[in-house]
C-alpha cells in the first residue's frame, strides 16, 4: 500500500509547479529606447500633414481617435505587464508616452491649417512645444486656441494625460523603484559558479 505523501512531501506533480517567472531586466531592451524615441520625433518632423485637414476633417478626427484609442490599449497592456515586472515594460511606456504626445502634436499642427482655430501656431515645432505646455498646464500666451475643434482637442488631451499618462507614469516609476530596490548592494549581480 502506498503512503500518502507526508508534510515535506510536495503534492503537485511538476506539470502543476508555479511557472518561473520571467528573466529581469532584460540588457537589450535599453539600448532600443533612445534611437526608438529619436524615431519617433524624426517621424513627426518628416512625414506630411498636408493630406490631412481642412479638405478631409472625417479621416483627420477619425485617425486621431483610432491612434488615441490604439495607444490607450497598449498603455493598459504594458501597465499591466509592469505590475507583474515582465520585462521591456519601461521601453514600451516611455514609447508610447512619447508617441500619444507627438499625436496631439500632429493634431494640433494639422488644426493650425484650419482657419481661426488657434493663433500664433505655425509649425510643427509650435505644435510640439504647446502640446508640452499643455501637459505641463503652463500657458504663457503665445499660443492661443480660438476655435470650438482646438478647444475640444485640448480637452481631450488634458483627459487622456488625468486618466493614462499619469497612469503610465506612476506604473513606470513603480516598476523603476522595484527594480532598483531588488539590485544587490554595490550595484552588482552576483554570479554563482566558481570565480575565474
Known amino acids: 500500500m502506498a503512503q500518502p505523501p507526508g508534510p515535506s512531501q510536495d503534492r503537485r506533480s511538476p506539470d502543476h509547479q508555479s511557472p518561473v517567472p520571467p528573466p529581469d531586466r532584460p540588457r537589450w531592451t535599453w539600448p532600443l ?45 504594458h501597465m499591466r505587464d509592469a505590475l507583474f515586472d515582465r520585462p521591456g515594460t519601461v521601453v514600451a511606456l516611455m514609447s508610447l508616452m512619447c508617441l500619444s504626445v507627438l499625436v496631439f502634436s500632429s493634431a494640433y499642427f494639422v488644426m493650425s491649417h484650419h482657419p481661426g482655430e488657434f493663433q500664433g501656431l505655425r509649425t510643427r515645432l509650435d505644435a510640439l512645444y504647446f502640446t508640452l505646455l499643455t501637459v505641463a498646464t503652463v500657458s504663457y500666451g503665445d499660443i492661443q486656441p480660438r476655435g470650438q475643434s482646438a478647444r475640444m482637442v ?43
Open 33 to 77: 529606447l533612445g534611437p526608438l524615441v529619436a524615431g519617433l520625433f524624426v517621424a513627426y518632423f518628416l512625414l506630411p500633414a498636408r493630406t490631412l485637414g481642412p479638405e478631409r476633417p472625417e479621416l483627420s478626427w477619425a485617425l486621431l481617435i483610432l491612434a488615441l484609442t490604439a495607444i490607450a490599449a497598449l498603455l493598459l497592456k
Open 154 to 196: 485640448i480637452l481631450l488631451q488634458i483627459l487622456y494625460t488625468l486618466v493614462f499618462l499619469t497612469a503610465a507614469a506612476t506604473s513606470l516609476s513603480g516598476k523603476l523603484r522595484r527594480a532598483a530596490a531588488s539590485r544587490p548592494p554595490g550595484g552588482r549581480e552576483h554570479k554563482h559558479g566558481p570565480s575565474p
